[in-house]
């Protein structure tokens, strides 16, 4: 390995967040509508991480990497409670607008279910290559020497980083404050790390989540767009303390044990031998 290989590998969760913030705001440049650029931005972290894992572990790494995608073994309560998840956040919203009165009453965005159909299934696919670089790659990293919360935590300034640039003018966040948006990623990212634990490390369920709290916003038609911001911050950030609350003090302070190594290498996979055992989501979680 090169030197510079084995700079980037020692410090591969900086300039994984580094490199993905810089490309992402390097996308707001891009001779494209501003409604594109978020199409744009969800391939970053991905085109990153296995660029990185290409460099410092080669095609097998890449290939430890690529292969989450094919992981698909999640009990159906947890996709049924994922799903829900993301609309009772959403609903929470909307309820707490007509309390408020910004908005007179709940209703839907007014599709076709066609529509709506093509919406739900745009944004989960565009989840994917965003969960694979973000909870494929850089949070089993990070879990290995932190706790989920801190790894939900770090994980969460870096994703709320890079979404700033949509806040650029031009760009589909332009006028709205950042604060906002800022702490909504923070929150979500803890709680799609105690997702993805519950999940045995798979993007499926992360994936479905991102893409489930985000088709929702259906539901929150006719919410000004800087009170919805502040709506969904808040009560995101509540959901995240929920979420630490009933995970328990192991989800904020033990790590997960150190990653398999079996060719010698780092491949950001969860022990499944005899450590794995020993910190399995239920010894994390009680």
């Given at each position: ?13 900086a300039?994984?967040c580094?490199l993905?913030?810089a ?14 650029v978020p199409?744009?931005m969800v391939?970053v972290?991905?085109l ?12 097998e790494?890449?290939w ?23 609309l ?5 919203m ?9 908005i ?11 529509q ?16 694979l670089?973000w ?8 879990l ?6 801190v790894a939900g935590?770090?994980i ?14 031009g ?5 709205a ?7 909504e990623?923070?929150a979500?990212?803890?709680?799609m790390t105690?997702?993805?634990i519950?999940s ?6 992360t ?9 929702f ?14 709506l ?8 995240a303390?929920i ?5 328990g003090?192991?989800?904020a ?5 150190p ?10 996979q969860?022990?499944?031998?005899r ?12």
């Open positions: 390995m090169n030197s510079i290989a084995a700079c980037v590998k020692r410090q591969a969760l300039v994984f580094a993905t913030i490309l992402s705001f390097a996308a707001t440049q891009l001779p494209v509508p501003g409604e594109i199409v744009v391939f972290p991905t990153v991480a296995l660029s990185l894992t290409a460099m410092t572990d080669g095609w790494g890449v430890a990497v690529a292969s989450k995608l094919g992981q698909w073994r999640v009990r159906l309560k947890w996709i049924i409670s994922a799903l829900a998840l993301g009772v956040l959403r609903m929470t909307s309820g707490i607008a007509v309390v408020l009165g910004l007179p009453a709940i209703h839907l965005r007014p599709w076709t279910p066609m709506l159909a093509i919406f739900a299934v745009m944004l989960f696919i565009f989840a994917i290559p965003e969960e670089g909870r494929g790659y850089a949070l089993p990293k990070l290995t020497t932190q706790s989920p919360l935590l770090i969460g300034v870096a994703w709320g980083a890079l979404h700033l640039a949509l806040h650029l003018p760009m589909i966040y332009a006028g404050p950042p604060l906002p948006t800022f702490l990623l923070i979500l990212s803890v709680v105690w997702l993805y519950h045995g490390g798979t993007i499926l369920l994936s479905l989540f991102h893409g489930a709290q985000s088709f916003v259906i539901v929150n038609e006719g919410i000004p767009l800087e009170q919805q911001a502040w969904m911050a808040s009560v995101y950030v509540v959901a303390l979420v630490v609350i009933a995970a003090p192991r989800f302070r033990k790590p997960i044990a990653v398999a190594t079996t060719s010698g290498r780092d491949t950001g969860p022990n499944r031998g450590t794995g055992r020993a910190c399995s989501r239920s010894n994390i979680l009680q």
